[in-house]
């Protein structure tokens, strides 16, 4: 359900919200991970991360 609150920027929607405490939990179960990861699973999973909140983001054209 849509609210009658407007939105004044992506940082209001919950789901912006949302992603960027999940890129905040990625990071910190990634710090866990044998070493040997580095360059592996740990980069895609933080990478992976970091794209949800950087798509939802708005991007201004020049």
């Given at each position: 359900?849509?609210?009658?609150?407007?939105?004044?920027?992506?940082?209001?929607?919950?789901?912006?919200?949302?992603?960027?405490?999940?890129?905040?939990?990625?990071?910190?179960?990634?710090?866990?991970?044998?070493?040997?990861?580095?360059?592996?699973?740990?980069?895609?999973?933080?990478?992976?991360?970091v794209?949800?909140?950087?798509?939802?983001?708005?991007?201004?054209?020049l």
């Open positions: 359900m849509i609210s009658e609150e407007k939105l004044q920027t992506h940082e209001d929607l919950s789901v912006y919200k949302k992603s960027l405490n999940l890129v905040e939990s990625v990071y910190k179960i990634t710090l866990n991970y044998p070493s040997d990861e580095k360059f592996g699973l740990i980069s895609q999973m933080r990478r992976s991360a794209s949800v909140p950087s798509n939802i983001h708005p991007v201004k054209s």
